[in-house]
Each structure stands twice: as structure tokens, then as C-alpha cells.
């Protein structure tokens, strides 16, 4: 039924670039937010940035703002994370989740996909 499916993760050495693909089914997308958040062996899960499909709003979390770009295409049924200037911080597990309406607390979130991994290492 629902299933948010994470792509694009992979092994980069520090300041270069990924771009993650969120593949959203089962729900009207257009009526949901979707969240970024990564979680590191050992660390609790962390928001990275959101976009509302329902207004465009955006949001990022203060480490990523000016590096990763949120973005969402209806259409296509999917949110995209440009990650720019990546560094070894940014290692995670990421995961893209959905929620009803806008932006909120990771814990407001009720679907979530399995995660893919981003490697940030030299």
C-alpha cells in the first residue's frame, strides 16, 4: 500500500554532491509533507529538511541550510535532497517520511521508508 522508497545514497569523499530521490505510492502526495531525517549508529534520528506539497514550504535543518536543497515534483510522485558540500558529519542512514499537511516533529510522521545510506568519508 503506502511505500516511500529512498534512493541515491552511496560513498562520497567530503564537499562533493548526491542527490537523494524520494519515490512516494499509496497516498495523495499532494496533500502531504515530506521530511528528510538521518540517523547515525548510535544517535537519535535527526530531521534534515521538509517540503509541504501543499504550499512549497521548505525547511533545513541549521547543519544543512545553504548545503542540501529539498525539492518535490508532484507529477512524478517524488522529493529530491540535493546534497552539496557534503562532510563526514553527514553520515547516516537517510530516510524520506510523510505526513498529513505540513512540516512537523519527526514524530508526527506516519510513513516512513527503509532508508538509504550516505557515506561521507575520505
Known amino acids: 500500500d503506502v511505500q516511500l522508497q529512498a534512493s541515491g545514497g552511496g560513498l562520497v569523499q567530503p564537499w562533493e554532491s548526491l542527490r537523494l530521490s524520494c519515490a512516494a505510492s499509496?497516498?495523495?502526495?499532494?496533500?502531504?509533507?515530506i521530511g528528510w531525517f538521518r540517523q547515525a549508529p548510535g544517535m537519535e534520528r535527526e530531521g534534515v529538511s521538509c517540503?509541504?506539497?501543499?504550499?512549497?514550504?521548505?525547511y533545513y535543518a541549521d547543519d544543512v541550510k545553504g548545503r542540501f536543497t529539498i525539492s518535490s515534483s508532484v507529477a512524478k510522485n517524488t522529493v529530491y535532497l540535493q546534497m552539496n558540500s557534503l562532510k563526514p558529519a553527514d553520515t547516516a542512514v537517510y530516510y524520506c517520511?510523510?505526513?498529513?499537511?505540513?512540516?512537523?516533529?519527526?514524530?508526527?510522521?506516519?510513513?516512513w521508508g527503509k532508508g538509504t545510506l550516505v557515506t561521507v568519508s575520505s
Open positions: 499509496g497516498f495523495t502526495f499532494g496533500d502531504y509533507a
Open positions: 517520511a510523510a505526513m498529513r499537511g505540513w512540516c512537523g516533529d519527526v514524530y508526527e510522521y506516519n510513513y
Open positions: 517540503i509541504s506539497n501543499r504550499d512549497g514550504f521548505t
